[in-house]
């Protein structure tokens, strides 16, 4: 409805737009008859839009060729209530603190770091202990061998740590 408002107005518009003109060129026609015929030719307007109707049609567009027809939408159909239940996921197993070490490895190299440990008779740093257990030949774990000793050493059953330093307990 608004729209035909505004439409109405918009020809209302081009019409006084029409008048206007039509004066001019009248004015314009006078000056040049009054003036000298042959300098300025008399302007003449070819032809005027009339309106046809106060109220404009509005028509609907034409269809066009590349028009995609919209399929309605259907509502999901929900699965029937037989349906067997989801299966329900088993937890995953965590790997040992020592990063996948087995017990007996993990065991006898804690027994390996305690009796270097208490050999020494005072506290020793990480990498100290980790160049004495290369030196004395310890077999290591192959994968990660510097973790699992660091996870060994924070065992508090086993060790103390003192200022980045490990004790024996």
Same mark, same amino acid.
């Given at each position: 409805?608004?729209?035909?408002?505004?439409?109405?107005?918009?020809?209302?518009?081009?019409?006084?737009?029409?008048?206007?003109?039509?004066?001019? #060129?009248?004015?314009?026609?006078?000056?040049?008859?009054?003036? /000298?015929?042959?300098?300025?030719?008399?302007?003449?307007?070819?032809?005027?839009?009339?309106?046809?109707? +106060?109220? =404009?049609?509005?028509?609907?567009?034409? +269809?066009?060729?590349?028009?995609?027809? #919209?399929?309605?939408?259907?509502?999901?159909?929900?699965?029937? /209530?037989? /349906?067997?239940? /989801?299966?329900?996921?088993?937890?995953?197993?965590?790997?040992?603190?020592?990063?996948?070490?087995?017990?007996?490895?993990?065991?006898?190299?804690?027994?390996? #770091?305690?009796?270097?440990?208490?050999?020494?008779?005072?506290?020793?740093?990480?990498?100290?202990?980790?160049?004495?257990?290369?030196?004395?030949?310890?077999?290591?774990?192959?994968?990660?061998?510097?973790?699992?000793?660091?996870?060994?050493?924070?065992?508090?059953?086993?060790?103390? =740590?003192?200022?980045?330093?490990?004790?024996?307990?």
């Amino acid at each position: 409805m608004d729209e035909i408002k505004e439409l109405v107005e918009i020809r209302k518009k081009v019409e006084e737009l029409l008048k206007q003109l039509d004066s001019v #060129i009248s004015r314009v026609n006078q000056h040049a008859r009054s003036a /000298a015929p042959a300098a300025m030719p008399a302007v003449t307007v070819l032809a005027t839009p009339q309106p046809s109707s +106060p109220v =404009p049609q509005i028509k609907a567009p034409a +269809p066009s060729p590349f028009a995609v027809p #919209i399929p309605e939408l259907k509502p999901p159909v929900p699965p029937p /209530a037989t /349906a067997a239940p /989801a299966a329900v996921p088993q937890p995953v197993p965590v790997l040992a603190p020592t990063g996948g070490v087995s017990s007996s490895e993990t065991l006898r190299l804690e027994t390996v #770091i305690v009796g270097l440990l208490k050999s020494k008779n005072e506290p020793m740093g990480f990498e100290e202990i980790y160049t004495a257990l290369e030196k004395n030949g310890t077999a290591l774990p192959k994968d990660k061998p510097k973790l699992v000793i660091r996870k060994l050493l924070y065992n508090p059953k086993k060790f103390a =740590p003192v200022r980045g330093m490990f004790q024996a307990v």
